[in-house]
């Protein structure tokens, strides 16, 4: 696990999740795209809401609870909703936070070059060195945005609120 201490604490674990079963798992649920003032996302399940089967989180579920059990030893913490969002070419997601959980968590299923994400604290934007199969914990307070995806491969990102157990 790695710690960048930039204005806030993010945890970065790398993760050996099977990539190919998880892209396959989100392509049956099929294309939902979410566009609107703030945000062009060409697939997510964020709007399908809650009570929605999302069959990858059983593929990601031992591989997140195992990394939220080595953060244990500083503060326990349980997942409270999953969403994943593919970004094709020129796709964003504008600032935004998650208010309603205690932290904001992020997988990386495919990260081309440069689409990371984006962290804002008191106007002061950053970057952290996430790589592709990273898992990254961050306090929800925390504003955080993706930068128009300027590269011709997709970015998959499954978002993961968190609360306190």
């Given at each position: 696990m790695r710690t960048?201490?930039?204005?806030?604490?993010?945890?970065?674990?790398?993760?050996?999740?099977?990539?190919?079963?998880?892209?396959?798992?989100?392509?049956?649920?099929?294309?939902?795209?979410?566009?609107?003032?703030?945000?062009?996302?060409?697939?997510?399940?964020?709007?399908?809401?809650?009570?929605?089967?999302?069959?990858?989180?059983?593929?990601?579920q031992p591989v997140i609870t195992k990394c939220l059990e080595e953060l244990s030893g500083i503060v326990k913490l349980v997942p409270k909703e999953y969403w994943y969002q593919q970004y094709e070419q020129n796709d964003y997601h504008g600032?935004?936070?998650?208010?309603?959980?205690?932290?904001?968590?992020?997988?990386?299923?495919?990260?081309?070059?440069?689409?990371?994400?984006?962290?804002?604290?008191?106007n002061d934007e950053f970057t952290i060195n996430a790589q592709e199969g990273d898992y990254v914990v961050f306090p929800s307070y925390l504003e955080h945005c993706s930068k128009p995806n300027v590269s011709r491969s997709?970015?998959?990102?499954?978002?993961?609120?968190l609360n306190i157990a």
């Open positions: 960048e201490e930039v204005k806030a604490p993010i945890y970065i674990m790398n993760t050996d999740l099977p990539k190919t079963e998880l892209l396959n798992s989100i392509a049956d649920i099929g294309i939902n795209a979410l566009i609107d003032d703030t945000q062009s996302i060409s697939n997510t399940d964020w709007m399908l809401g809650v009570n929605f089967n999302r069959p990858y989180f059983e593929i990601i600032w935004h936070r998650h208010p309603l959980c205690t932290y904001s968590s992020v997988y990386y299923v495919e990260l081309p070059q440069d689409t990371t994400t984006v962290f804002r604290y008191m997709r970015k998959t990102a499954m978002g993961i609120n």
